[in-house]
């Protein structure tokens, strides 16, 4: 079973955006980040957990039982509905990698379970926000 977390960190909302993942797998950590110019935090949160799938599909393959984490209550509550008002087609571009998996189960955790990805989308933020000095 590989775990996977993912994070998005925004400055001002909407603002620049950092995106953070770790993958847990065999012992072994694998730890991403990525930016997006401008984003409010919920377009983030879908844009990090995006990433994080479709880095675990690169590397990990398509037979992988995962448990997903994130600390954004809208993700987690739309990915078990299958529904997000405002965000349907940040969605159905995550449930498309989602449903490339034989099994994810998603979970909702504190920001401070998701301490690795919350993290790495600080970092992600804090380059960003370097380069556009």
Do not use: C
């Not at 930016?35 to 994080?52: C, I, P, W």
């Not at 405002?86 to 909702?108: F, G, K, N, S």
């Amino acid at each position: 079973m590989i775990k996977l977390y993912s994070d998005a960190a925004t400055k001002g909302n909407p603002g620049p955006t950092g995106l953070g993942w770790l993958i847990v797998a065999g012992g072994k950590q694998r730890q991403q980040s990525a930016t997006l110019n401008r984003a409010d935090n919920h377009h983030g949160e879908f844009a990090a957990a995006t990433a994080a799938f479709d880095d675990l599909l690169a590397n990990y393959g398509h037979d992988q039982v995962v448990m997903f984490y994130t600390d954004s209550r809208l993700l987690a509550d739309a990915i078990g509905k299958g529904y997000a008002k405002h965000y349907q087609p940040e969605l159905d571009q995550l449930l498309e990698r989602i449903d490339a998996l034989p099994t994810v189960v998603t979970q909702w955790v504190s920001e401070s379970q998701n301490h690795g990805a919350h993290s790495l989308a600080n970092q992600a933020l804090q380059r960003l926000l370097k380069t556009e000095h």
